[in-house]
């Protein structure tokens, strides 16, 4: 599904994505490369949208190491690929969280 979009037909949810992107000292280099060559997804979750101009948020998780795990909430439309935001998830965190919540 991602393999089929090319890098003009990225949209960013501005100036948010910026922010996030400078505040978790992520490069939008890296970002955009996972996204058109999707080697390192290892998970999507979807959800309902709030915006009513999608019908839903596809959650990309990327697995960029050992401890380093990348969150990108996406919309899809036809011609392009918007992407809300983006969260950096150190897996080690991830794990107590699950443990937890298991309980």
Not at 15 to 31: A, C, G, M, N, Y
Not at 33 to 62: A, G, M, R, T
Not at 75 to 94: D, E, G, M, V
């Amino acid at each position: 599904m991602l393999k089929r979009y090319q890098k003009a037909d990225l949209e960013y949810n501005e100036p948010h994505f910026s922010l996030k992107l400078e505040r978790e000292k992520i490069d939008r280099h890296e970002v955009i490369k996972n996204i058109l060559k999707p080697d390192k997804l290892v998970y999507v979750e979807v959800s309902e949208s709030k915006n009513p101009n999608y019908d839903c948020i596809y959650d990309l998780y990327f697995k960029l190491g050992k401890h380093r795990v990348f969150k990108i909430p996406v919309s899809i439309k036809p011609k392009s690929l918007y992407l809300i935001t983006i969260f950096k998830i150190r897996t080690r965190i991830q794990n107590e969280a699950i443990k937890y919540y298991q309980k």
